[in-house]
């Protein structure tokens, strides 16, 4: 069999899972987008309106940057003080970053993405952020790493 990946990690000749090539394509767009090439899937979404002012003020320019989703959930989402918020497929982390704000120091925000590199960059957009209510985690949607009905609202895009 004849594997036409380009990512070094599935140069063999074992089938490549849909999903490690979805991870694989996502580890290479944030290592782009970081390093200056590169926009997200939907063009620049600071430009296409999908956040306003006020909340890219609030936020690490590279988690704008490495943003690859073509919406913004927390623009929808009825977010309180004191719920807990999980974004599923988190990326760079910057609807974690604005839903923690949201729900304040008394509520709190989680990230779920399979991606290292993805992730790597969401620690450093929080550790940036100088937020404390946000946790980051690795894992994947079909098996979240957290109890059941812990979380008082789910998003994504």
Same mark, same amino acid.
Do not use: W
């Given at each position: ?5 380009? %990512?070094?990690?599935?140069?063999? #000749? ?9 991870? %694989? ?26 956040? #306003? ?25 009825? =977010? ?14 910057? #609807?974690? =970053? ?38 980051? =985690? ?13 979380? #008082? ?5």
């Amino acid at each position: 069999m004849t594997n036409t990946c380009c %990512s070094p990690s599935c140069c063999s #000749d074992e089938p490549v899972s849909i999903k490690e090539t979805v991870r %694989s394509k996502y580890a290479a767009a944030v290592t782009e987008a970081v390093n200056g090439g590169g926009k997200s899937c939907c063009g620049d979404p600071v430009s296409s309106g999908l956040y #306003d002012d006020a909340q890219i003020a609030t936020i690490p320019p590279e988690a704008i940057i490495a943003s690859f989703g073509c919406g913004n959930p927390t623009a929808l989402a009825e =977010l309180k003080p004191g719920e807990i918020v999980l974004d599923l497929g988190s990326g760079g982390g910057i #609807d974690v =970053l604005l839903s923690a704000r949201r729900v304040g120091p008394t509520g709190f925000a989680f990230g779920l993405d399979m991606t290292e590199e993805m992730l790597a960059l969401a620690h450093e957009n929080k550790r940036k952020s100088g937020l404390e209510n946000v946790t980051f =985690l690795k894992g994947e949607i079909e098996s979240i790493p957290l109890p059941d009905h812990s979380v #008082d609202v789910i998003i994504s895009n």
